[in-house]
Every structure is written in structure tokens, then in C-alpha cells.
């Protein structure tokens, strides 16, 4: 069970064992899914059209991405920024789970809400992302960093970009693209919790007898489904974001193709919609999709299963 559950009679684990099992989850799916987070981030961050009717465009597609990549890069270029990406999953995931399971039950002992509510679950899932986007959003920038630059690299190590960064930027550098990070994480992080709920409950209600014989299928196809739907729904403010966190780093890209620079959230949504049309505002939105589906689903997959590790002969019925 993600969240409080008033009726597991004791059986909700600590504080401490949601956040390992947060922080697990988040450790193995970032290895598994790093290849189309950098795919998809290349996809966002290119000003041409995603076409190969484009002769401009570097990248057109998710197959001939992946070959270019691997080309031009090697298989390591697919992990850029894994070191930053791996912090920010495992403190992401721990802050995230940790704060959705302490408001859900602050919901339950302080007010006549039901903590299982999709609503309930919503709200408290936008918070509890918001808080875990303000704990590690500095090595969200970071990683967006790596994985953006191409060859000749910019950045050497992650001490190298953090020192950089700070002495030619300045230390805001570091909250680069926050607020429509918060404003697409509210929403998108909400729908994730809420929707996965609901899905579980709808299975639970389509197939009776199966529900404790596929429990963590159950859960990997729920978290992929409410992974897809949530990112479809904010997927706008995600490249906004993407935009905004490389501001400053032209000289990286100029391989790549067209740079653009943003005074802010509104210019950013301005430009891009001048420029690139109302289907600029979805780039990268295939590779997106499928890292969503992935991500989410087995996010929520090893969360669940790393939760029963911890008792085993106390799982929860949800």
C-alpha cells in the first residue's frame, strides 16, 4: 500500500523503511530507464523540427537517436549524468514517499477526509513532490546539464560542473528552471498517486480472484498507466523546464543545432509557440511516454515489493 492506510491495524511500516524503500526504488529504476531520459532530453532541448523533412534536425526519432548517440558518443554517452541522476532519484524517492506517507496520515488524524481518496491522494502527492523538487533540484539541473552536452565535453566531473557553474553563473544557477518545475510537479506527481489508486482499485474491481495472485504485475501495470496519463497531462511545462535549466550553456549545444536563450517560464512558452508550433509544446513526447510508463511503473513496482520485504507476513491489503 502506497500511503497511510488507517485499516493495516498497525501494519504500516516506519518512517525510516519508507524512505530505503523510496530511495531503492528510485536507485534501480534510474539504471534502467537513464537511456531514453537522455534521449528524451535531447528531444526537448532541439529548436528544429523532430522530422526528417527537417535537413537541420540532428534527431528525428527514437531509433535513429539512439544510433546517432552511440555513434557520435559511445554507450556511455546513455548514462551521462548518471552519478548526479542517481542522487537525485534516491534522495527524490525517499523525500517523495516519506512526506506522501506522513501527510496521508496527517490527513486521517486531522481531518474527516479519507486518506484513500483520489482527491486526498492528489493533493498530498503534488506536496510531497514539491517538497522532494526543493531538496534536490540543484542535481536535477546538473544532470539536465550532462546529459544536454555533447563532444568536446564542457563539464569533465561533477565536481567540474558544480565549480564551473557557480564561479561563470552564480549560485541561483543551481534553482535554474524551479518555478515550472513546481508548477508541472504539483499536478503531474498528484495524478501519478491519485491515478495509480484509482487503477488499483479498478483492477481490484474488474478481477476479483486475481488481485492477490499478480500482485506485483498488478502494481508495475497500474504505476506504468497512471505514469503515462500523469506526463501526457503536464508534458508542456516538463520542456519549459528542460529549456530553462540549459540557459547559459549555448556553448554546449551549438552542435546540436538552433540555441535559444529565455528570459523566463512566459517568454519560454511564448517562443516556443512562435517558433515551433502548438506540436513544439509535445517534443520528445514519444520517448517521454515510454520512460514514463517504464519509470513510474517500476518505481511503484519496487516501492511495493521492497515494502514487503519489510514485512513479509504483514502486507497490507490494497
Not at 91 to 98: E, R, T
Request: charged share 20%; with cysteine.
Amino acid at each position: 500500500m502506497v500511503g497511510y492506510d488507517p485499516k493495516a491495524d498497525g501494519r504500516n511500516i516506519s518512517s525510516f523503511e519508507v524512505a530505503v524503500a523510496g530511495s531503492v526504488s528510485g536507485l534501480v529504476t534510474r539504471v534502467m530507464i537513464s537511456p531514453l531520459d537522455v534521449i528524451k532530453i535531447r528531444f526537448q532541448l532541439q529548436i528544429e523540427r523532430l522530422s526528417r523533412s527537417d535537413p537541420a534536425a540532428k534527431y528525428h526519432g527514437i531509433l535513429q537517436a539512439g544510433r546517432q548517440i552511440l555513434q557520435e558518443e559511445g554507450p556511455t554517452a546513455f548514462w551521462k549524468g548518471h552519478v548526479p541522476a542517481q542522487l537525485l532519484s534516491m534522495g527524490y524517492g525517499a523525500v517523495q514517499f516519506l512526506s506522501f506517507e506522513l501527510l496521508t496520515e496527517l490527513v486521517h488524524k486531522a481531518t474527516t477526509y479519507d486518506a484513500r481518496d483520489f482527491s486526498v491522494h492528489f493533493v498530498c502527492g503534488g506536496l510531497s513532490a514539491s517538497a522532494a523538487t526543493l531538496a534536490v533540484h540543484p542535481v536535477d539541473v546538473l544532470r539536465t546539464r550532462f546529459a544536454a552536452q555533447g563532444e568536446p565535453k564542457v563539464y569533465k566531473t561533477l565536481r567540474d560542473a558544480v565549480v564551473t557553474m557557480y564561479r561563470t553563473e552564480g549560485p541561483l544557477v543551481f534553482y535554474k528552471g524551479l518555478n515550472p518545475t513546481l508548477i508541472a510537479i504539483f499536478p503531474y506527481a498528484g495524478f501519478q498517486f491519485s491515478f495509480y489508486s484509482a487503477l488499483k482499485h479498478m483492477h481490484k474491481w474488474v478481477l476479483p480472484a486475481e488481485g492477490r495472485k499478480n500482485e506485483n504485475l498488478r502494481n508495475l501495470l497500474c504505476g506504468s498507466g497512471a505514469g503515462v496519463l500523469s506526463k501526457t497531462l503536464t508534458y508542456p511545462l516538463d520542456l519549459f523546464k528542460k529549456r530553462l535549466q540549459v540557459g547559459g550553456f549555448e556553448r554546449a549545444r551549438v552542435t546540436f543545432g538552433q540555441v535559444r536563450s529565455y528570459r523566463g517560464l512566459l517568454d519560454c512558452a511564448q517562443q516556443v509557440m512562435q517558433e515551433e508550433g502548438p506540436t513544439g509544446l509535445f517534443k520528445g513526447l514519444s520517448p517521454s511516454l515510454l520512460k514514463a510508463a517504464l519509470s513510474t511503473g517500476f518505481v511503484f513496482f519496487w516501492y511495493e515489493l521492497f515494502c514487503s520485504f519489510f514485512h513479509p507476513m504483514k502486507k497490507a491489503d490494497s
